[in-house]
């Protein structure tokens, strides 16, 4: 079974940045929208883009069944909140849509919540990073940003994950930013991850930092 992991925050707050010092022979990018990654050297990690529900499960399983990928260990699927938004927004000039609304949230909660179940099913040596926007709810929580209120009444998405982490900035001293992952729930957000993985409550926004944390506290599994 693969290690799923939520990465969440606003759009410039560092998620895509944080690929940057994956060892990239090792990586796959599911690129949602056919963004340019925002560092140099970006466009040499592996990538397919697609935004339909099917073709990224195809995606998954092919990755992890081919025995050619045998070497890929870190997938990303970079925005993942567009997923949903794009099934939605693709819906709208279609005139069974208007009869059939509630019927077009299911089939969005179904392939969110199966894109997810996909990617758990995975190789033992595999990491799936779901990268995604937040947005705050009537609660004033930072919440991992969905379509329509059946993702978040009946299944809430960061359930189905052991770890989430959000994005921050920091200013420094010198009028730089700092940017960060919050490993542990601050009581505004839906973050969290295992007892001792991470040794404090923020870490630079790398994900081969979160990769080595996972490897290390699952005793090198993957």
């Known amino acids: 079974m693969a290690k799923t992991v939520m990465i969440q925050g606003d759009s410039g707050t560092g998620k895509s940045a944080a690929l940057r010092n994956l060892e990239k022979e090792k990586t796959v990018l599911i690129n949602i929208l056919g963004k340019s990654l925002p560092f140099k050297g970006g466009n040499l990690i592996d990538s397919i883009t697609t935004d339909e529900p099917k073709k990224i499960d195809d995606a998954l399983l ?4 081919s025995e050619k990928r045998k070497e890929k260990q870190i997938i990303i699927i970079d925005d ?3 997923v949903m938004a794009n099934m939605y927004m693709k819906s709208l000039l279609d005139p069974k849509t208007k009869d059939s ?3 077009k949230y299911k089939e969005i909660g179904y392939a969110a919540w199966n894109n997810i179940r996909t ?3 995975l190789r033992d040596d595999i990491i799936v990073f779901f990268l995604t926007h937040t ?3 009537v ?6 940003k969905t379509i329509g209120k059946m993702l978040d009444e009946k299944i809430v998405l960061e359930g189905m994950f052991t770890i989430v982490l959000n994005t921050i900035i ?3 001293k010198q009028g730089d930013e700092r940017y960060c992952f919050q490993t542990q729930n601050n009581g505004n957000n839906t973050t969290k991850s295992p007892m001792g993985m991470f040794e404090s409550e923020e870490i630079p926004n790398d994900l ?4 080595n944390a996972i490897k290390s506290y699952y005793g090198g599994v993957i």
């Not at 092919?62 to 069944?65: E, T, V």
């Not at 609660?139 to 991992?144: I, Y």
């Open 62 to 65: 092919k990755i992890s069944n």
């Open 80 to 82: 993942f909140q567009y």
């Open 101 to 103: 609304e509630f019927q």
């Open 119 to 121: 990617a758990q099913s």
């Open 135 to 137: 947005e705050i709810d």
């Open 139 to 144: 609660n004033g929580r930072t919440k991992c």
């Open 170 to 172: 920091h200013p420094d």
């Open 208 to 211: 081969q930092i979160v990769v």
